[in-house]
């Protein structure tokens, strides 16, 4: 028996408490995918009410076993995974299964889990090297002068035309841009 069996023996049979997999992901420090199966086999050896959650691409559902197949019909493409285990004779209450994983958030040893970061619960991290900040480049040091140039235009009328110049610091070239605006 190894220690996820003795886990659940344990939590379901003698403390009659309902187990989900991401309790059991993290208290025995496994992926969820695993707990999922670990979940499985368990229901598969012993006697205990499983809790399935059904998803399609635009529906997920938590169901009792009792209600797996009519909810699977509903769907044109749904697949059933484990979701928790309780023990027989349990009810099936969605609040409870939330105040489960809300007692997450309480414990303890999941808190000290969380505060030493996301490589605590196995997710692979990029080791960052500290790099200085590059130093600027030549376009940064760009400047923006803008003047307004009263001329005539082809009708005769007074109009005022705004050139934008930008200038830069690293090389001679200018560039203007005119905008035409009616006085």
């Given amino acids: 028996m190894d220690d996820t ?21 993290r208290e025995m420090g496994m992926h969820v995918d695993d707990a999922k199966a670990a979940l499985g086999r368990f ?22 076993a009792s209600e797996l197949e009519s909810t699977l019909a509903q769907l044109s493409n749904g697949k059933k995974q484990v979701y928790a285990l309780q023990p027989v004779g349990t009810s099936y209450d969605p ?5 489960v994983n ?3 958030v309480y414990d303890e040893a999941y808190a000290a889990h ?13 080791d960052e ?14 400047r923006k002068v803008m003047k307004r140039i009263r001329t005539k235009n082809e009708k005769g009328y007074t109009v005022f035309q ?22």
């Fill in 95 to 99: 609040a409870m299964l939330a105040c």
């Fill in 114 to 126: 969380r505060h030493a970061g996301l490589g605590a619960f196995g997710a692979i991290q990029k």
């Fill in 162 to 183: 705004d050139i934008e110049t930008i200038n830069s610091s690293s090389s001679s070239s200018t560039f203007e841009i005119a905008f035409q605006g009616v006085a």
């Fill in 43 to 64: 229901a598969e050896a012993e006697q205990v009410s499983v809790i399935y959650a059904v998803h399609d691409l635009h529906h997920v559902f938590v169901v009792p």
């Fill in 102 to 104: 809300r007692a997450l």
């Fill in 129 to 142: 090297e500290v790099r200085a900040p590059r130093p600027p480049s030549s376009t940064s040091k760009r």
């Fill in 5 to 25: 069996h003795a886990f659940l023996t344990a939590r379901i049979l003698h403390d009659k408490q309902a187990v989900t997999y991401r309790l059991l992901s």
